[in-house]
């Protein structure tokens, strides 16, 4: 079983739609968790942090479910620069990404 | 705003010939990373390091890889008789320290091509 586990997409959807994503990770002794977005050929950069009662930054929530060791993206009103992959990582003794879920939003 | 930096941004070696991949971190950070990503395929940890030594390891990180802080500033990544495999984009990152929620920024990364 992979470490992180991710949809590959690739997901295509209007502008202005909901868009979720979804992460499994294996290491129940995980500590901390996050999502990352990247553009192509560039480095990731942290989106949010995902705690255990759910966060929201903006258009964007997370999720967490550490019994059932997922945790989730919700995109709300989806802009076309939302376009990207997004990374869902794990972080515990060391990080470890998942292979991202690509974004394609469009007009 | 502070980045991480790293140089080169792109290097081409042949195989069997050592690289050194450098890396600036943001300055009031103590720890530093190496990750690396394969063409098409996920972000996977290297190393991470910090006080002057190496508290992490992946199991990618074998002998051929060693790691230093040669000044206060540059941490590097060396790769030593480098394979047609390790071609790949390096990420370096930093951190102020390793609490679960701190964030990790990433440089913008080298592409290494061996051939």
């Known amino acids: 079983r992979k470490e992180v586990e991710q949809d590959p997409g690739p997901f295509n959807v209007p502008e202005g739609a909901t868009v979720a994503f979804n992460c499994t990770y294996s290491n129940s002794a995980s500590q901390s968790f996050f999502w990352y977005r990247q553009d192509c050929r560039k480095e990731p950069k942290l989106l949010m942090s995902?705690?255990?009662s759910g966060n929201e930054d903006g258009r964007f929530t997370a999720q967490l479910n550490r019994a059932s060791q997922y945790i989730s993206l919700l995109i709300r009103d989806s802009k076309l620069s939302d376009s990207a992959t997004y990374l869902c990582?794990?972080?515990?003794?060391?990080?470890?990404f998942g292979a991202g879920t690509r974004l394609t939003v469009k007009p | 705003e502070p980045e991480v930096t790293q140089t080169p941004s792109h290097q081409v070696t042949q195989m069997g010939q050592e690289v050194i991949l450098r890396c600036v971190p943001i300055?009031?950070?103590?720890?530093f990373y190496w990750y690396r990503q394969i063409l098409g395929q996920k972000v996977e940890f290297l190393v991470s390091?910090?006080?002057?030594?190496?508290?992490?390891k992946s199991e990618i990180f074998d002998d051929q890889f060693s790691v230093e802080r040669p000044d206060g500033s540059n941490f590097t990544l060396k790769i030593r008789s480098t394979k047609l495999e390790d071609s790949a984009m390096y990420f370096c990152a930093s951190s102020v320290d390793s609490s679960s929620y701190n964030e990790q920024f990433f440089g913008p990364g080298t592409r290494l091509t061996v051939l």
């Open positions: 300055s009031n950070h103590l720890y």
């Open positions: 990582a794990v972080k515990g003794d060391d990080m470890r």
């Open positions: 390091f910090y006080n002057n030594e190496i508290s992490e």
């Open positions: 995902v705690y255990s």
